[in-house]
Nanobody, 124 residues
């Protein structure tokens, strides 16, 4: 198991933007699902955005059109650009990844390796 390393959380006012980063170099030469989950207090963890090794992306409905998942060219860093943030986006965000092939990452039932989480707080 690999401990992924996230960065980029913080506090922002509604309408603002943040970008999260996650080091994923261990997956650079593999087939995978990787992406971002979040968990708010007293709520279950939910999938937010995912990407497979072929570049296909999936988003949960509540962030569609506002969040963008991407990777740098060497596939060593995963990003989540979050725009037009809303108070309901407040949560701990986790980077996750798992080696797999031909899988619909938008099913969200994957994640062997996880990061420690980074807090995102959006004030109204």
């Amino acid at each position: 198991q690999v401990q992924l390393k996230e960065s980029g959380g913080g506090s922002v006012q509604a309408g603002g933007s943040l970008t999260l980063s996650c080091e994923v170099s261990e997956y650079a030469d593999k087939s995978y699902c990787m992406g971002w989950f979040r968990q708010a207090p007293v709520k279950e963890r939910e999938g937010v955005a995912a990407m497979d090794s072929d570049g296909r992306t999936s988003y949960t409905n509540s962030v569609q059109g506002r969040f963008i998942i991407s990777q740098d060219n060497p596939k060593k860093t995963l990003y989540l650009q979050m725009n037009n943030l809303k108070p309901e986006d407040t949560a701990t965000y986790y980077c996750a990844a798992e080696e797999m092939k031909g899988f619909d990452c938008g099913r969200w039932n994957w994640g062997r390796d996880w990061g420690q989480g980074t807090q995102v707080t959006v004030s109204s």
